[in-house]
């Protein structure tokens, strides 16, 4: 444990008597919820056997009013103490980060922070006479390790800079983790963070049999963790207390009920109680117990993507893109709780499907990749269903380059139809792809917009309250697959550059929405190295959009394997992610994994199904259950899986 102490201003210190009528204030509780809920701009991470929060942006969420602190007098405490314990990576570390500061919202000023780079620790505050600094060397706390740190100011006669008297917090707040801006913001994790004012804190954490994680006053969420057992591999308590269960109604759970139980008849469930809210513990509740082998699906070909939609009054469907020409792709229908062929239709390497409706009118697009003949035109191809004949036919046929993709959506009422080419005839990566729009009058696809991409591979349209954007995962610019992919916002009638994202041989987006919380994944396909072999087994990323900085933020980086495709799926109140894991650079026997959503902790991998060259997932529910399908880009075989409800 470290102890920086300060000395300034004139009289005799309190701290020769410490108080013990002073309370510690926990900083880091005042904006973590209590209930364990997701908080956006932060993760729970646990490392080196503890927990702490990790920040990924300087949200609104993560400050709070001063005047909850200094309710009867707006004035700094001229003598006090900060205890905090962080874990910060060396490699992570920059110039100056802040742990905290408190600043005057009107002007923007900085009252109070204390930030510190790898080997100084600052205290910075608003001297009489301007800013000041106070600096302690040589404390070098990014190593990886967990630190606990005391820093308290006290008042002596020697030293000529006191901390001031009358340091007023009127009018400012409290910023966790940062200084209200990007620049500076802590990269490290951070376990504890306690303002004791009036009093020297070192003598309540020392002595400690961990200094390197003492608790003064640690967030209930960051210090309930198993301890594990030396001996053999049982979860034991962290401490053993005389437990009370109560049964019945719900009761009261005040500091009084502290680690007691409460057992719900109706709902046979049991609760245990933090001091403030009542936590389950264990529930009778459905919830997903994972898969079983459900049906093989033996197809003509390797199947590249699936697309499922509903026809109404016709039932469920399953368009498959296959690989080989003849006899084409193929759509199976949903009948008796398992799927049948239904229609072969006539296609050319087909990469995607697209299902949509237009007034009463139901299409499915699909994307050739290649021309019916070497040296002939590619040629994609919109198909209508017809209600007399029960079968899809030959609508509109578009001209398209190595089509990778089809998005279709509506903006105002008005159809569009997107297809993502991914290189020309003689092998240019760099071509546009092409947004068409619906003529009612010759009720055809015309040429609306054209986006230059880089190998696109998927577009991903998406609305965000009133306005709309549109993705693309661009793979190859010719020479790397290190290149920008693109999300569009729709202003003034066009797709407009909103921001770009640094991918590596990107081949799908998945956004979707977790509560008021709003995400695009990424599959990052591999990492084309200039000298020695491809990298397979390379970070997807999960970004979130923050509505502070109208950006979206690097949430979450997954470890895959030649990913070309995210699902995202939800069971009851669940949410999961299953990734298409397809090559790691010597096998496509792989497993893809399906995460769970853990609020804090991200997206953790809770299943591990076995498949061979995964190229598409897809979700569904019919009257017999909830499934997960899966496409094979190397075998002639896709598999469902019915979900274990329990």
Known sequence: ISRLNIVSGMGSSIFSSPSSDLHPMDLLSRILPRNGEALAGVRMVQEGGARGVQFFSPAQALTFPSSQLFINCPLFPAEFSIVATVKVPETRMKRNEYLFTVVKEDANQLLLGLHFSKEKVHLIYQGSV???RLSFKRIRLADNHWHSMVLAVSVTISWPKPFPSDLSTDGSRFHIGSRRKWKGLFSGLLRQLVLLPGSDATPRVCPSSNPSLVELSVPTILSNLPVKSQMNDVLLPPYETEVHVTLGSKPAC????????WFDTLKRGLFLCDGAYWHSMLQEKDRLDYVDDYQDLYTTSETLDIELFQIPSVGLFAAMAHRANKPGSAIYRWNQGHFQLYQNISTFKAQAWKQFTIGRKMFLAVSNSVGPVDGERELSVIYRWSNKRLKFVRYQTLETHSARDWESFHINNEAFLAVANHRTENGNHNIDSVVYKW????KTFEVN????????YDWEFFTVGPYHFLAVANAFDGTSTQTDSSVYIWLGGAFQLFQTIRTFGATDWEMFQIGNRVFLAVANGHMLCERGPSLYTINSTIYELDVTTKMFLKFQDIVTYSAV??????VLDE????????YDGSSYSLNSVIYRWQGYEGFVPVHRLPTIGCSDWEFFTSAEGSYLMYSSAKAPLSKIFKLRIQ
């Open 130 to 132: 301007g800013r000041e």
């Open 254 to 261: 005040t500091v009084a009920e502290l680690g007691q139980l």
């Open 439 to 442: 003529n009612p009058g010759t």
């Open 449 to 456: 917009q054209t986006i230059s991409t880089s190998g696109a």
């Open 565 to 570: 495709d995210w699902e995202f799926f939800s």
């Open 575 to 582: 949410h999961f992610l299953v990734v298409a894991n397809s």
